[in-house]
């Protein structure tokens, strides 16, 4: 088995990608692993095609990235508190998987922790699934979390 001497812990601060951070965390620990935590933020689409008046994002962007700059500050602290070494960083682009992908291939990461949050029918064909994209395209393992799992 290949050392993991770094894992990438995409986040986007719902319960599911804490749940995947949980599991990257006894990872890390028992490897001594540096945890890359990214966070992607996808362009915003408003669908003036279908006849909706055009407004400016601009301001819509700039609190959501403020915001998931506080929030993954905040985690980020709470790992080094506890030991970690961790690397942070948000990402603009575009596809959430592309850019998870494009990120693990540029800094050589050993294994990227993701979490799913278990889509199916309808909802799956509609809005497809960033993690089996993911694992469809990684340069390296994918630990793929579920809903429900535990990390005990």
């Known amino acids: 088995m290949l050392p993991i001497t770094s894992i ?7 319960q599911h990608s804490q749940k995947a951070l949980s599991y990257a ?3 890390a620990k028992q490897w001594s692993a540096t945890i890359h935590l990214i ?3 996808e362009p915003v689409i408003f669908p003036v095609d279908w006849g909706y008046t055009p407004v400016d994002l601009s301001d819509v962007e700039k609190e959501y990235e403020s915001t998931a700059e ?13 030991g970690f070494s961790v690397i942070p960083h948000i990402i603009h682009g575009g596809r959430s998987s592309d850019e998870i992908n494009q990120y ?4 050589g990461i050993s294994m990227i922790c993701i979490a799913t949050n ?3 029918g309808v909802e799956h064909f509609l809005l497809g699934s960033t993690t089996e ?18 990390t005990s």
């Open 133 to 150: 994209r993911v694992v469809r395209k990684a340069p390296c393992p994918v630990l793929v979390i579920r809903p429900g799992a535990t």
């Open 104 to 107: 693990a291939k540029d800094h």
């Open 25 to 27: 965390k006894g990872w």
């Open 39 to 41: 966070h992607v933020i």
């Open 118 to 120: 278990g889509r199916g």
């Open 8 to 14: 990438l812990i995409p986040i986007d601060f719902s």
């Open 70 to 82: 506080k929030e993954l500050k905040r985690i980020v602290e709470i790992l080094h508190t506890e």
